[in-house]
């Protein structure tokens, strides 16, 4: 009874329970179901969804490397705030939109965008420039949202932690041990900086990111537009990361979505405010 009853609450992903169930095993003499528990806790913990209070420590170490990486950040606080706002308002038609979602501008010249666990979102000043009206922010920026609310990054990194081996009690044991903490967090800058994710995530956060983007009245082909340029810009075959899909292939889904979704393709624009609150980007 008394391993049966251990082995249960080894089930419910508490690291205390399971080092205590182990040790229940061994003391009535029976090591092989401590190590069967052990392997249970490792397998249950892996596989268990990060709760929030994880992600948001996992979210403000991978900002503050975006950050370092990117020479900082914009210091307009009209515009950071004009940014946040629009942000706020796609993140609120978001499929959760109980967390907070922070913009930032990074002051760098490339033209990117990422977004980090727990609502941290990422524009570069490179990016912002090749846009040109509100309804194309509101689309960069719900694409963003849209990894955040699809968990993206937390997938990467539930895998990843898996193959580096922090699993004895699940991401709340990487998130007390220091240098397991930073591997995950190593792990997922590389991924989200140097790599990006895959053809699927990026595909995901294009088409429900246009959806969020469309809840707030936004013009749906505004992200289009957006795309479009970026590809003459850019070239078809030079997408933002080699997992990424090509441009042509992202306008495509995004064409789709607008029509299967029967999203509305004369929302508002808004270039005039957009200029407006951009001009000295």
């Known amino acids: 009874m008394t391993s049966l009853m251990a082995l249960s609450m080894t089930v419910a992903g508490c690291a205390e329970v399971q080092r205590a169930a182990e040790d229940v095993a061994r003391q009535s003499g ?14 249950v913990g892996s596989l ?8 948001s420590s996992i979210g403000q170490a991978i900002a503050l490397q975006v950050v370092a990486r ?25 499929d959760r939109p109980d967390i907070p979602y922070r ?13 980090a666990p727990a609502g941290y979102i990422f524009v570069t000043r490179g990016l912002l420039r090749q846009i040109k009206n509100e309804a194309e922010l509101a689309a960069v920026l719900g694409h963003e949202i849209a990894h955040v609310s699809e968990k993206h990054i937390l997938d990467v990194i539930q895998r990843s932690k898996r193959l580096a081996g922090v699993t004895e009690a699940g991401l709340s044991y990487a998130t007390s041990n220091p240098a397991a903490f930073k591997g995950v967090i190593d ?3 590389k991924k989200l ?11 995901d956060a294009d088409t429900v990111g246009e959806v969020f983007a ?27 990361f080699k997992t990424h899909p090509n441009f042509s292939a992202r306008i495509e889904a995004v064409q789709k979505t607008i029509r299967t979704k029967h999203l509305a393709s004369n929302g508002l624009v808004l270039q005039e405010r957009f200029s407006r609150m951009t001009k000295r980007v």
Request: proline content about 3%; glycine content about 12%.
């Open 30 to 43: 029976n090591p092989r179901l401590a190590g069967v528990i052990h392997g249970a806790g490792n397998v």
């Open 187 to 189: 792990g997922a800058v």
């Open 214 to 240: 469309a809840r707030v009245g936004y013009d749906a082909e505004a992200y289009v537009g957006l795309l479009t340029r970026l590809r003459d810009l850019k070239g078809d075959d030079r997408a933002l």
């Open 48 to 55: 268990f969804p990060i709760g929030y209070e994880e992600e």
């Open 103 to 115: 913009v930032a501008i990074l002051d760098h010249e490339s033209i990117n965008a990422f977004a």
């Open 70 to 94: 990117y020479g900082g950040v914009v210091d307009q606080p009209e515009l950071v705030r004009y940014v946040n706002l629009v942000g706020k308002a796609v993140a609120n038609t978001s």
């Open 193 to 203: 900086l140097d790599e990006g994710l895959d053809q699927e995530k990026e595909t």
